[in-house]
């Protein structure tokens, strides 16, 4: 598996997770000190999610006319430029609102442009499909434990705006890594945009398999998802502090490092019933929060949830790639991240007024009863628990 090709691409996931997976904790506790509270937090990370979700379509189109690596490369370069110039803001004083959501929506823009291309470089890299997700999900945990905890303590000594520095570098690495690679993909007969779209959707809405996994992650994305971060940093940093909030999403991180080692050896016959089986303990997550636990129990909560998540996504990208043609999987894969993560800005923008209202602890707790429901709908659905693993 460890050719040239997938060494490179590894190294780029890798380092530009590390980077990746301190800006939650950056945008959190920055937006916060710069006084524009849990909404602001909210507005920050949808104006991330929205141009993601929006234009990942086109991302998936445009993978198909011009290569998923030149894609992923030019995408890399231009959130270089974006985090640069999040962190010379953050440095140089408090941004104003506007500035912080242009950038970050501009970076979500990149994301999308990125996103298709991975599923796509995946399968034409490594022969053992499943076995390169596991060790990606393991790299990018290893990276989400480290990297929330760092966060937390460059904010306390070097201030939110080194962290978006590191950020910026991690993608510089991600784009020179992505050169380097020697793998090439025959860029297909120019064809409409309409018409490429058109059977994008063709491919995704006959595997129903796959759109109704898409639905339920709709109703997690306004309910679960967006939700958990605006709302979790507040309550972890009003009960501890910054550092506390750190070591929570480092545990989730430690979880998720457990979940890719499983699915790196445990290979189901039905691998999303096993990963809808597996997902039940990511509700601790929204539970332990709600219920205001001891820390110990909340970073348990996490490494269970962590865990529960890595090994599903493992199970949904495996079956995703195995499952449908190369030549049209870029613009498959485009429908079901969008089709993912275009609720979640609802959610995280809806986050900050609704527990205003309600209480964010009521809403966490929501969150819960609705990641067990929703667990036991995919469960409950015979195409997803019934689907086979695929071997090619």
Known sequence: MW??????????????????SMLPIAVALG??????GPTGVGLALAAWMAPMAGLILFGGVFTDRFTPRKMMIGADVARTGTQGGLAVLFMTGRPELWQILVLTAVAGASAAMYAPGVAGTIPR??????RANAMLRVSEAIMQLSGPGLAGVVVGLAGVGVVFAVDAVGFAVSALCLLLMKARVTVTAEEPMLRRLREGWHEFRSRTWMWSVILVW??????????????GSLLVSESYDATAYGLVMSAGGAGTIVGGLVALR??????????????????????????????PLLVA?????????AFWSVMWATSVQTSVPHDVLNRVSAYEIGGSTIAIPIGQALAGPVAALAGAREVLAVSTVVALVGCLVLLAVPPIRRLARATA
Do not use: N
């Open 3 to 20: 050719t040239r090709d997938f060494t490179l691409f590894f190294t780029a996931r890798t380092v530009s997770m590390l980077g990746g």
């Open 31 to 36: 937006m916060h000190g710069a006084g524009y």
């Open 125 to 130: 890299i490594a022969k053992d499909v499943q």
């Open 218 to 231: 709709a109703i997690f994305g306004i309910t679960l998802f967006g939700p958990l971060i605006p709302l």
């Open 266 to 295: 445990l290979r189901p016959s039905r691998p999303l019933a096993a990963g809808s089986t597996a997902l039940f303990l990511f509700a601790l997550e929204p539970l332990t929060l709600a219920l205001q636990v001891p820390l």
């Open 301 to 309: 909560g996490h490494v269970l949830g962590g865990a529960g998540f």
